[in-house]
């Protein structure tokens, strides 16, 4: 995993790749020798930023994975280039509180339309793509194990992740394909801002309480859970399949 011929010459999705996880990890797998990375995000603007970043290898694609249509045109934008791939990271997600009681249907919908629907038909259009004997990792949680407050849409949402990932190992295994998932803790990335409408104080107020609640006593990185992300897509993890890789400084594990 140290050499940077780790993904030489492998063609990469990354969904939802404008920031945080995403891009953090679209920019470890250019620096381990990926040919090229796919990258998909909702905003034109910060996609094409992202992508200006990472240099001509990135390649951005406009896409909401919660519409099938955009998903269909990511297909076609990735076969137009004569291009299959090697690895899906269907990463695209979103991240709002809910409560109990004052939900409603669009609530619902909003975070099971991206979070669910969204990887399953993600993985579904593009599987034709995936080389035999590739690889899928999907973002999951640790929330769908540990029960946090006004985060039930969201967890069980994310539970369903997980649950693909145990589900495709075995749909998947004739083609050789591995499928994992990764279940980041806490981690700072927009989401917190823009999903969970958190401010600088509440995210501070968090980040103390992780100090007793998380033996590693902080926040995540992205580049730790991207880390995390390619380890499972590479050679290093081939016995690996239906996992969930939990990367959260052992908060769940206490």
Not at 43 to 69: F, M, P, Q, Y
Not at 78 to 96: K, S
Not at 141 to 159: C, R
Request: hydrophobic letters at 45%; glycine letters at 8%; zero cysteines.
């Amino acid at each position: 995993m140290n050499s940077a011929q780790s993904f030489h010459n492998k063609v990469i999705l990354v969904t939802g790749a404008s920031s945080g996880i995403g891009f953090a990890s679209a920019q470890a797998f250019l620096a381990q020798g990926a040919r090229r990375v796919y990258m998909t995000g909702r905003d034109a603007s910060k996609l094409a930023t992202a992508v200006a970043t990472l240099g001509e290898n990135a390649i951005g694609v406009v896409a909401d994975v919660a519409d099938l249509a955009q998903i269909e045109y990511l297909k076609t934008a990735i076969t137009e280039r004569g291009d299959t791939l090697d690895i899906i990271f269907a990463n695209a997600g979103v991240a709002h509180h809910n409560i109990m009681g004052t939900s409603s249907e669009a609530d619902f919908n909003t975070i099971f339309d991206i979070n669910v629907k969204g990887v399953f038909f993600t993985v579904q259009t593009l599987l034709p793509l995936l080389n035999h004997g590739g690889n899928i990792v999907l973002n999951a949680s640790v929330a769908s194990s540990k029960g946090l407050p006004n985060l039930s849409l969201y967890s069980a949402s994310k539970a369903a992740v997980r649950s693909f990932a145990r589900s495709w190992a075995n749909d998947l295994k004739g083609q050789q394909i591995r499928v994992n998932a990764i279940s980041p803790g806490v981690t700072r990335t927009p989401i917190m801002e823009n999903g969970l409408q958190m401010n600088e104080e509440q995210i501070a107020q968090f980040a103390a309480y992780l100090v007793d609640a998380a033996p590693a006593g902080r926040m995540a990185q992205t580049d730790e859970i991207a880390a995390a992300v390619l380890f499972l897509a590479s050679s290093a993890a081939s016995y690996i399949n239906g996992i969930e890789l939990s990367v959260d400084g052992g908060f769940t594990q206490i």
